[in-house]
Nanobody
Framework: QVQLVESGGGLVQAGGSLRLSCAAS????????MGWFRQAPGKEREFVAS????????YYADSVKGRFTISRVNAKNTVYLQMNSLKPEDTAVYFC????????????????WGQGTQVTVSS
């Protein structure tokens, strides 16, 4: 069982930056691939980024590639999402999620989810 708690969301102007954190409970965090997803009002949940269990492999949605960076510190049971050059279309609730084995881009592959943190980018 893994419990996830996101933090770091907020209101930022276009072009600004935010860093989201996701703290995981349990002693097996290093066994889980981690992902970040987002959901805007009226839209489906979409993949943002994912990272392998040791952090050696990362994957990004085309819409955030070059602007967002996912990372993890297993000793702190934490995964991060650094978001730079934010755009109004990045406005959404951001969720972190965990799954065994390798990272994927499909929400249905992930077994554990946080409650989400709101990111709002003003124009």
């Amino acid at each position: 069982q893994v419990q996830l708690v996101e933090s770091g969301g907020g209101l930022v102007q276009a072009g600004g930056s935010l860093r989201l954190s996701c703290a995981a409970s349990g002693r097996t965090f290093s066994s889980y691939a981690m992902g970040w997803f987002r959901q805007a009002p009226g839209k489906e949940r979409e993949f943002v980024a994912s990272i392998s269990v040791n952090g050696g492999s990362t994957y990004y949605a085309d819409s955030v590639k070059g602007r967002f960076t996912i990372s993890r510190v297993n000793a702190k049971n934490t995964v991060y999402l650094q978001m730079n050059s934010l755009k109004p279309e990045d406005t959404a609730v951001y969720f972190c999620a965990a799954k065994r084995w390798g990272p994927t881009s499909l929400p249905q592959d992930y077994n554990y989810w946080g409650q989400g943190t709101q990111v709002t980018v003003s124009s």
